[in-house]
């Protein structure tokens, strides 16, 4: 029996989090795609370089990162960012924190979007659904 982790991949994200942030939320979004969209791994060297270049990401900067997710430094980082999300109650993704007059709020699962949006005192315009595989003919319901 084969074990997958994304460990690495964690690791990996916040390593370019620590050095390159401004890739942070592409690359965060191509590896929330490959495994939960596309049913694409997310596991090995190949496919965090594979979702890094699909986030923009040159391959020196990826190398580097890949590098680092050895790095005592990525691991403790990593480690303090899911304490600090345990501490908040996260059990699950989506788990989101955002604070509000200075205090945190807890929002989970995707279902809870529109919820997220009247935190935030913005207008939620619904899933994107030009990217789901369902796809209603001219005689459906939906």
């Given at each position: 029996?084969?074990?997958?982790?994304?460990?690495?991949?964690?690791?990996?994200?916040?390593?370019?989090?620590?050095?390159?942030?401004?890739?942070?939320?592409?690359?965060?979004?191509?590896?929330?795609?490959?495994?939960?969209?596309?049913?694409?791994?997310?596991?090995?060297?190949?496919?965090?370089?594979?979702?890094?270049?699909?986030?923009?990401?040159?391959?020196?900067?990826?190398?580097?990162?890949?590098?680092?997710?050895?790095?005592d430094g990525i691991?403790?980082?990593?480690?303090?960012?899911?304490?600090?999300?345990?501490?908040?109650?996260?059990?699950?993704?989506?788990?989101?924190?955002?604070?509000?007059?200075?205090?945190?709020?807890?929002v989970f699962g995707?279902?809870?979007?529109?919820?997220?949006?009247?935190?935030?005192?913005?207008?939620?315009?619904?899933?994107?659904?030009?990217?789901?595989?369902?796809?209603?003919?001219?005689?459906?319901?939906?």
């Amino acid at each position: 029996m084969f074990e997958k982790t994304s460990l690495t991949a964690m690791r990996f994200l916040t390593a370019i989090n620590t050095e390159h942030p401004e890739y942070t939320e592409k690359l965060s979004r191509e590896l929330w795609m490959r495994a939960w969209s596309r049913d694409e791994g997310i596991f090995d060297k190949n496919d965090l370089m594979t979702a890094a270049k699909m986030a923009g990401i040159d391959d020196v900067i990826s190398e580097s990162a890949f590098v680092k997710v050895t790095d005592d430094g990525i691991k403790r980082t990593l480690r303090a960012v899911t304490t600090e999300a345990l501490n908040h109650g996260a059990f699950g993704v989506p788990t989101i924190v955002i604070y509000i007059n200075n205090k945190p709020e807890i929002v989970f699962g995707s279902g809870r979007f529109p919820i997220l949006a009247t935190l935030l005192e913005q207008e939620w315009k619904g899933p994107q659904t030009n990217m789901s595989f369902f796809k209603p003919d001219e005689n459906s319901n939906v």
